[in-house]
């Protein structure tokens, strides 16, 4: 067999390319007394480039002082590039500036972008911003540490605006930091469904859930209230009036989370900056919160998409002088709920939605709704109040290629919701790797935005009819992704999990999301193989429950990120945001297999839920199923879904 690259010379050595790019490998065979010539034939070889990451370094900084100047920024001091083999340089610049003014007066954190023309032909480039955080000065700050917890190992100065890479407040803590929720006594509403919530009941449950945050050591994320409301079997109504004192109280004692809660009609979840518009808008009077279970087949539309599923009338009035006001919407603010459903047999999941339905009957589908089977709800933010059900859009592609896949449901979610589309008419290609391109495809679908808006970019090989061309250039523009050179963009690159991880905090970012802690922190078996730019990433997506390990406690962050594990991903972030309690009870992990979490934390052991027992890994945490298994010298049955068989127990 003889071989040449491109117009070379022949020869029987395998050809060798050393630097990036596309190549036709000839190859041919040469005759003999035994066998015939084999006339030359070509092949398409494409080496692809080597991925570097060009990092903004976290800075810190306390309050009264400079913001740390970033004019002049520097290799290793301000920034950092990995991934680079021997002696292989980039060559252009970086810039960085803050995404706003910081103000130093305050503690917050601010974005660090970054911009370059760092370029090398071998290499595909990803700028990865970072964050500024400026903090108190504590009485321990500012000299050298004489041991004891907090030291860092070493003596510190206080003045220093260094690359942060020390600085334990760059990090989210390592225990859950969600707020630590209040509950007031269960309120029975009259036969009318009217009930009030007690100003003194929420005082006192304000009062129990600071005390528990003090004890704990999160007072950081605040306190919740929780009011929950005991209709009567049968009802199918209530009205909550929310005193104005009641409301001002709210306010004052800045409750990031108001909770109306039933276990059989709506719930409703308003937070703080909400209370604020309502306070506001309410002008000193009592506020009055709906919720009437209702007929939604008002419409052919409306009954093919609801058929018998819950349907509520919500709404908001405020109360003055006798007269009621309707709160029409709330200003740009929203609040989340959540529709208890159990679905039907043979409906999936990830078909299930949120709709709203207008005064004609018009039926508009909620993209960024779920249903969370830990809630067993119907979960999704809205701004306004009207009519809303669960819907089923029943799956379009049938895919042939998830039946049995762990993640399924998740597949159809987004899907379903168009976040997502399939291979071929009937394929998903669950395990294939996701590309740069496909991704901020998804990403830009699930934002709402306007393709026509972003139909210019820079990136010379995304060609304007490709149809993740606008998707690119929008999370170039909004800083969630950069390019990996200043003109391209590498669109048919498969992303990794730790990029996958950056991404996903960029994006949380860029659109004013919030991420909760709501999670303990892990420490991965593989954890020093995540690359120093994407810890920070890795441990937020971690701790609010949008991302996870796989088996054997590994993160995998060198491994090509899969459409499956995308779709998941895609779904668990609209779950969070909406309501970051979803990350708690039942949760497969990205490879999954699955886990139960209480309070923050994976339950181990046994496990009692709805009056079924299941057994957790006493190490991992994880789901036993499917057979036998010996526990504390006794033998149990396990049914593949994880529950226990009931009387199973021998001592074979």
Known sequence: MLYRLGDSEWSEQLPTAKNAGEYTVWYKVQGNAEYADVAEQNVTVTVAKKSVTVTALDKSAYTGSAAPDLSSPEADKDYKVEGLVGADTLSGTVTLDYAQTPDMSKTGKTAINITGTLSNDNYAITY?????????????????????????????????????????????????????????????????????????????????????????????????????????????????????????LLVKENVRQFTVATDHLVSVNIGLDTLKQLDTASAGGDIILRADKVDALRSTEAKATIGTRPTYDLSLVYLSGGKETPIANLNGHTISVRLPYTPAKGEQTGNLYAVYVDDAGKVE??????????????????????????????????????????????ILFAASRGLLSGTSDTTFSPDTGMTRGMFVTALGRLAGINPDSYQTGKFTDVKADAYYAPYVNWAAQTGIVEGVTATTFAPDTNINREQMAVIMKNYAAKLGYDLPQTLKAVTFADNTQISSWAKDAVKSMQQAGILTGKNENKFDPKGTATRAEVATVLRRFVEIVIDPQAANGWQQNDSGQWNYYRNGESVKGWLSEDQKWYWLDKVTGMMFAGGWKQIDGKWYYFYADGTMAVNTASDR
């Open 365 to 410: 589908w909620i993209t960024k709704s779920s249903y969370n089977a830990s809630l067993k709800a119907v979960v999704f933010e809205t701004g306004h109040f009207s009519v809303y059900g669960v819907g089923y859009k029943n799956p379009a592609p049938a895919f042939t290629d998830i039946t049995g896949h762990w993640a399924a449901d998740n």
């Open 128 to 248: 990865v911003s970072g964050t500024l955080t400026v903090s108190k000065q504590s009485s321990s700050d500012g000299g050298s540490s004489s041991g004891g917890s907090g030291s860092g190992g070493g003596s510190s100065s206080g003045g220093s605006n260094g690359s942060g890479s020390n600085d334990n407040t760059n990090q989210p803590e390592d225990k859950p930091q969600a707020p630590v929720t209040g509950e007031t006594k269960p309120i029975q509403p009259d036969k009318n469904g009217n009930a009030a919530v007690d100003n003194s009941s929420v005082q006192s449950a304000i009062d129990k859930a600071k005390q528990d945050a003090k004890k704990n050591g999160t007072t950081e994320k605040g306190i919740g209230v929780t009011v929950p409301i005991t209709p009567a079997a049968g009802q199918t109504s209530f009205n909550v009036t929310i005193k104005a004192q009641t409301l001002d």
